[in-house]
Structure formats: C-alpha cells, structure tokens
C-alpha cells in the first residue's frame, strides 16, 4: 500500500502548434489507503492523468510518487498498480480462472498458489461459478467483477478502476457501486476512481478531485463541494439539477449590503460571513449562485423554526415530478431558476410562489476570475 | 398492379410468409422471386449442371470422339479404380503434401510472421504502408507473368538467382532449377513470392482490430512481450490465420497455372500436382471419363480436409462462447 503524490505534472500531446495541453500543472496528494475519485466532464484531462499514474502515457513534465519512490520514468509492471478497464479488457481465449491468475502467472507464482488465489478473489467478487466460463460468454458486469478482480489479485499499491461502470446499466451500477464499498473497506487499499458521473464520485469516494479544462479545479469531501465550491465550475458540475448562477450587482442600503439581480429586481440577503468578504473583496459585480435544494417553497414552519430566511417571490413555468420531489423552475422578469420542492407540491403554471431560502446559501462568485469570494 | 401487395400477408402462398413478423411487403412478390431466381438459375448452369456432368462422365468411358458421337458406356468405377491406382497420381499426392506443407502452410507462417514483426517492430505508418503495398504487388499479376517471370529468374545457366548465389559465394556452381526434384521447389518458390502477402494482409489486418485495452492490461499485469504473443495475440488471431489458411489451401488445390507455365509438370512428371494431371487427361489428352474421376477424387479429398478443419475450429470456438 501508497500514498500517491502527483506534482506539477503536465501533458502535452503532439508538438508545435497542434499540440494538446491535456494536462496543466496537477498537484495532488492521496493518502495511503484513502478512495478518491477524479471527477470532470469528457477531455478534462482525466483520463490522460489516471494513465500518467498507471504508466501507460509517459509524462511530459512533473512527476509521480507512490511513497517516497519516484515511479515517473517506470514502465506500468515496475509500479505495483492495478488498473481495471473501462472496457473491461479481459483476454478473450483465457478462462475467467486463467484471466485472474495471469498477472501471477506473468510472476512466475506456482500453479496451485494461481488457483488459491484465483478462487480467493472469485470469492470476494462473488464470481466462483464463473471460474470456467469465456469472457465473451459473460454478461458486462461479470465482465467487470472478472476485470477487478483481476487487477486485485496481485494486490497492488495502488489500485485504479477507469470508467469502470460506464457501460452498466442501472440496476447493476448500484450493486457495484456497493460491491466497491465494500471492497475498499475490505481490503483498505489506495483506490483511484475515474468517472464522469458525479453520482458514482460521491457515493463511493473520501475525497473527489474535480477536473476541468486539464486542470484541477478543487480537491475535497461531498461537503466541501457542496457548500464551498472554488469556483462557478464546481459549483455549476457537482449538484443535480444544477445551481442557479444571477448576474448580481453589490447594493448597499443602512448598511445592509446585499446582491441586486439584474433585470429580475429581486435582491439576495447574504450572511454576515459574506457579507464581510464581499466588502473585503472589493468591486460591484459579482455572480451569485444559489443550489435548487437550498431554495425551497415558504412553509408556515419557516417562519415559526426561528432560522434566518429570507424569501423571494416568483411565478412558477414548469413543475416537474419526479417521484421523491419536484423540481420548479420559476422566473423573475427575464430571469429564471430552479428551485427543490416536496412532492406533494402542485404548483399550477403561472401560479406566483413564495422561494425560502438560507442567506448562509448564498454563494458568492468574482465574475473576472469565477472565483469563491469567501 | 395486381401483383402489389398492401396489407394482407395472407394472400402470400404458405410458403412465402414472413413468420416473424406480420409486415406486409410493399415490393411485387415477384422481386424476390425474381432476386434469388436468377442467381439461381446462374448457379445452376455454371456450377450444379456442369458437376452432375462430371459424376456423370467420371461413370463412363467417355473420351472426345465419344463425347461428340454420344457413344459413350456405363462402367461403373472403372474410372476411379485407374486413377487411384495410378503411379502418377499417387506421386502427384506426394507432391500436393510437400506443395501444402512447404506452399500454404508455409506461406502462411511466413505471412504471419511478418505481419506481426511489421505491426510490432514498425511504428512508423508511412513505413508500414509503403512494405505492405510492395508486398501486394506480386499478388496483382496474373499467374502467366509470375511463371514466364521466375522461369527467366530461374535460369540455370544464366538466370539472375543463379547469379546472385554465385556472386554472394553462397553457391560454387549453378544449381539446375528444373531438374526432377528440384523443379517443384522452383515452384513453391515462386508461388511463396507470388501469394505470402495474401496471409500476411489477413493477419495483418486482424492484428489492426485486436482492443488495444488488452494489450494495456497486458502491460500492467507485467507480461513481456514474447508471453503476450504467445499467450494473447497468436490466441486471438487464431481464426484469423485459420481463414488465411483456408484460403491457402483451397488454392493449392485448384493450383494448375504455375506448374503448366514454369514445368509443365516435368521433368518426368515429378512437379505435377493432381489438378494438373486432371487438366492434363481432360483438356489435353481428352479422357474425359477419366478427368472426371480425377476431379471428383481431388474434391473428395479436400471436401473431407476441410470439413475436418471447419468442425475443429467449431469446436474451439463454441468453447470460447463465441458461436
């Protein structure tokens, strides 16, 4: 087991004027034994990162640790990694017992020590009947049970699954999603998880290192993601449906400074909290950012609970249920959002409603930089 | 307009109905019909029509005079009994082995072996497209040219092969290239030249369309380069090579055109090949019966080899859960 560090480390395909920066100066620390996934939309760069990591494309400049060992210049078989497939990538004339073992037949282990470890895993992945069946005659997730297992087998450093539930259906993303759990918290092993669902990052990960545009956006626990994205990115990636952004000018009335939405005449209350930092930060324009959960309907307990709400009022387009909640979208003059409501909600079109929400909610972007003012 | 059908599959004749599904054509019943017909009826004259011919004649004592007379008589298996009685032709199945080993097993060895060496060693496409077009080359010319051509390069006394081992010091005096056996050599030579590329493309282009994730996971799981030939490539193209192998091999059994450009069977018979004494009896000499029999023996043998073949690579394959 390894903790990984990556520093200022770079990619860049190609040469001269075509050449594809599909990395920028990636620092990232992941501790031994912790889950972290890499999070971002198609050609963030993730994928180019992950197989920096593996071996698989060499790195243009920086380097990767796995302890205090500088693996950047190694081939993939002297890193100690594992990696499980997006497309599985199992060896089709190979048993799925024979697709297990080769990694410990490639080490030259004794053909008894292959099969007890062979049947070891096939146990943990709950694949035993399988031992004798063909790839091809195997369903996508056993194909993919077959393919962590054989990436477990030889018990890695470093263990790293890319895109590995993109090609399951629902149903059997859900049991895998648990099986990993599971897994992770069997064996305590270092595990980097490639993805483009933020569903799959959050369920399964200590930590999510969000990507976009080759580089790095922000590190950090479903919460920190949540409530104190870095930047207007995160915040408009991680969150379904996704936070409503207002262009917003600071106005400042008996000293109560709050964020005036153009065109929709509305104004923002902000927390004390940001208040200071807006004021510190300086300038009139800002975007501001509210998620759909924290802008609910105005219930008569809002008023009694004795939390600091604030409320707008706005006229409802479109209410769309779906099962455990609603989703509203409303509009202000030009302006419209979304906003979370219970299920039972029955907003008729047109019908003016009246949004709560917490100012603490209110976030706070520089619209140059997209910054978190905070 | 009668014939067009809307709606009603039901007027279709029982056995021209669509069991899956209730969809009615919207074309004339007539165009299938006529769609399968015609190739039909091409098949039958070119192909059935002429093979009941042959199991006909291979009954009879049919010779050319005979033939146009129509005075020709049953005698059973008489036909057959002389062909494969024959010293000629047993020798000429002693060929047609080494020609199989040496010629089509061979060549798609060979094929196999550079294919794989071309994709594995060659990164550079340019490099690898110019070899492979000047490996298909020889493939693009008629069988006459390719014989005329190694016949003159073949020349014992002054033929440029003889030459070049002479000048390299490879050879002290000029090695007689259509001496009896030595001339079917002559000929495999010149059929590896003319048909290796054809082996080599196949592989070639199944190595293209492996999943390159198997080969990264090779690579992460430690395997060298030699275990991951051995134990995942050449596994994966198996039926690759075995199609380029089928190919080979059902050429080597119509092979007629470079033993009758390059030796004419000779000398003393020891180049020929069954095909060619086929060719030999029927078309030259006229024994029609006789050429029969010799056909129908050769189609024998090679229906049995690759029937054989076909129901082992079945069998593979239904292991492997692909058919």
């Not at chain 1, 004794?110 to 992945?125: F, G, H, I, P, T």
């Not at chain 2, 004592?61 to 024959?86: C, K, P, R």
């Not at chain 2, 002290?172 to 030595?182: K, P, Q, R, T, Y």
Request: glycine letters at 6%; a negative charge; proline letters at 5%.
């Amino acid at each position: 087991m390894a903790d990984v560090t990556l520093t200022n480390v770079n990619k860049i395909y190609g040469e001269g004027p075509s050449a594809v920066h599909a990395v920028q100066d990636l620092n990232l620390k992941i501790d031994d034994g912790e889950f972290v996934a890499l999070l971002g939309p198609s050609g963030c760069g993730k994928t180019s990162t992950l197989r920096m990591i593996v071996g698989l494309e060499s790195i243009s400049s920086g380097s990767v640790h796995f302890d205090d060992r500088n693996v950047s210049a190694l081939e993939p078989q002297d890193r100690n990694v594992a990696m499980a497939f997006e497309t599985y990538a199992l060896y089709p004339n190979f048993t799925v017992e024979q697709n297990l073992a080769f990694p410990l037949e490639v080490r030259g282990f004794s053909a008894d020590e292959q099969k007890k470890r062979a049947q070891n895993v096939a146990e943990l992945l709950r694949i035993t009947d399988l031992l004798d069946a063909y790839p091809p005659a195997l369903s996508g997730g056993q194909q993919q049970r077959v393919s962590l297992g054989r990436a477990l087998i030889r018990e890695p450093d470093v263990f790293i699954l890319d895109e590995v539930m993109s090609h399951l259906d629902a149903h059997l993303k859900f049991q895998m999603l648990f099986d990993l759990k599971r897994l992770h918290r069997e064996l305590g092993r270092t595990m980097i998880y490639v993805t483009h669902d933020q569903v799959e990052a959050l369920a399964l990960s200590d930590r999510v290192a969000v990507m976009s545009n080759a580089r790095l956006q922000q590190v950090g626990d479903r919460n920190t993601l949540y409530n104190a994205p870095a930047n207007v990115f995160v915040a408009d990636f991680i969150g379904e449906p996704p936070t409503n952004f207002f262009q917003a000018q600071a106005v400042e009335s008996d000293g109560d400074l709050r964020l005036a939405v153009d065109d929709a005449k509305f104004t923002l209350h902000l927390s004390e909290k940001t208040r200071a930092a807006v004021k510190a930060h300086g300038g009139a324009r800002f975007i501001a950012g509210i998620r759909p959960q924290n802008l609910t309907p105005a219930t008569a307990s809002d008023a009694t609970s004795g939390q600091t709400t604030a409320t707008l009022s706005a006229k409802v387009s479109i209410n769309e249920y779906l099962g455990e909640r609603s989703i509203l979208t409303a509009h202000r003059g030009p302006v419209s959002f979304r906003a979370l409501a219970p299920p039972e909600t029955r907003s008729a079109p047109d019908e003016i409603v009246e949004l709560a929400y917490d100012p603490a909610n209110v976030m706070v972007f520089d619209p140059e930089t997209e910054d978190l003012v905070h | 307009m009668s014939d067009i059908v809307r709606g009603d599959p039901d007027t279709y004749p029982a056995w021209f109905q669509n069991k899956k599904t209730t969809r009615p054509l919207i074309v004339s019943r007539w165009v299938p019909i006529f769609l399968v017909g015609v190739p039909v009826l091409v098949l039958l004259a070119i192909v059935i029509y002429p093979t009941i011919w042959m199991f006909y004649h291979s009954l009879r004592d049919t010779n050319i005079q005979g033939l146009f007379m129509g005075n020709h008589s049953y005698i059973g298996f008489e036909n057959y009994a002389t062909v494969l009685s024959s010293d000629r032709f047993q020798d000429s199945l002693v060929h047609l082995v080494q020609y199989l080993t040496f010629g089509a097993v061979f060549q798609v060895i060979l094929g196999t072996v550079l294919a794989l060496t071309l994709y594995e060693f060659v990164k550079s496409n340019a490099i690898r497209t110019t070899v492979l077009i000047l490996m298909v080359l020889p493939m693009m010319l008629p069988p006459s040219i390719v014989g005329t051509l190694w016949r003159f390069l073949l020349t014992p006394s002054n033929g440029a092969v003889n030459q070049a081992l002479l000048d390299l010091g490879l050879i002290s005096a000029h090695i007689e290239w259509f001496n009896a056996g030595v001339s079917l050599w002559s000929i495999i030579i010149a059929d590896t030249w003319n048909w290796t590329a054809l082996p080599l493309l196949i592989v070639y282009s199944g190595r293209v369309s492996l999943p390159p994730a198997v080969y990264e996971a090779a690579r992460v799981d430690g395997a060298s380069q030699w275990k991951v030939m051995r134990r995942v490539t050449l596994p994966m193209l198996k039926e690759v090579i075995a199609i380029a192998f089928i190919l080979r091999f059902t050429d080597a059994f119509k092979f007629v055109d470079l033993v009758y450009v390059m030796t004419s069977g000779g000398p003393a018979q020891s180049s020929e090949l069954p095909t060619y004494i086929a060719f030999q009896r029927g078309i030259r000499e006229f024994a029609i019966g006789e050429a029969a029999a010799y056909a129908i023996v050769i189609f024998a043998i090679s229906a049995i080899l690759i029937t054989l073949f076909l129901k082992y690579m079945k069998r593979v394959m239904k292991a492997q859960g692909f058919a």
